[in-house]
């Protein structure tokens, strides 16, 4: 099933400028209310389908409450690597996710990840369905009596995000006709895939750099565009592919504070990150927002 590791407590240094972190949220938050504190974090390794032709492995973070799994039912956000990457070298913003509500799980591809025997970059048009087979997955292990996870996992509220190859594979899951529980969409130095953004209307939020020399700038536009509302772009000024990613440097907080209140608006319904989500993006010199998020 796979290893569960403790975070050291709190994480600090990994929350560092995300807020101000505590012990633990007081109890579970009532339904449509996302935590109004940092929880500590664990993360979990599991491999979906190991003997299978695509195993693959997939790290979970968690909000904890006193060494357990925080009470609640949270969100699920799939977050996708790009190539040769690991889920593990985007701790610095997955981890801070978890902290404040979500499970996030991060598959490594079979093709594209760092440590891949046969590495295959035109693989990454078969990731949407792997985006898709862990989703099923985590929610069989919603209600698999006796798994710590088992009632955590709200796998009917569910984003995707990814950054660059992670980010074209992100786009890729919201085709035509892709189920309900997808809520919205986070496409970090990404693009678009064949079929993408052809299913009903949902929130998507694109991050990019302005001086991206890996994706283009205007790969990333025309996603957006593609897209239509309701979307927002987050562009990092004179940045490349994904620096602001990187705890400390320019424009992290920024992208940090976006994503944060996008995921709380659109899989908590939380209407004050909503409406904090002009703020949290705009940093003069370092950011500019295209919001066209609401009417």
Do not use: K
Not at 66 to 79: D, E, K, N, T
Not at 84 to 101: I, K, N, V, Y
Not at 188 to 200: D, R, Y
């Amino acid at each position: 099933m796979g290893v569960q590791r403790a975070v050291a407590a709190l994480i600090t240094a990994l929350l560092a400028g995300c807020g101000p972190a505590t012990a633990a949220v007081g109890g579970a938050p009532p339904a449509g209310h996302a935590p109004d504190r940092l929880h500590p974090v664990a993360v979990r390794t599991l491999t979906i389908d190991p003997t299978g032709p695509r195993p693959l492995p997939v790290t979970l973070w968690y909000p904890t409450e006193s060494g357990r799994v925080a009470p609640g039912r949270f969100p699920v956000v799939v977050y996708s690597h790009g190539l040769w990457s690991l889920p593990e070298l985007h701790a610095g913003l997955t981890t801070r996710w978890a902290a404040a509500g979500f499970v996030v799980a991060a598959p490594a591809y079979p093709h594209t990840n760092l440590r891949a025997r046969d590495f295959t970059r035109a693989d990454v048009r078969h990731q949407p369905a792997d985006g898709w087979r862990l989703i099923r997955h985590l929610a069989r292990l919603d209600a698999r009596q006796g798994d710590p996870l088992a009632g955590h996992l709200d796998a009917g509220r569910v984003a995707a995000a990814g950054h660059s190859a992670g980010g074209f594979t992100t786009a890729g899951m919201f085709v035509s006709g892709h189920s309900a529980r997808l809520r919205c969409g986070i496409v970090i130095a990404g693009g678009a895939l064949a079929g993408s953004f052809a299913g009903p209307a949902v929130p998507l939020l694109f991050v990019h750099g302005t001086a991206d020399p890996i994706v283009p700038l205007g790969v990333g536009r025309a996603a957006y565009d593609r897209a239509g509302p309701p979307a927002a772009f987050l562009s990092l000024l004179g940045q490349g592919h994904g620096e602001y990613l990187t705890p400390g440097r320019p424009g992290f907080d920024q992208v940090l504070a976006t994503t944060t209140d996008f995921l709380r608006w659109t899989l908590y319904d939380d209407r004050d990150a909503a409406r904090r989500l002009p703020a949290d993006a705009l940093r003069p010199g370092v950011t500019a927002l295209d919001d066209r998020l609401h009417p």
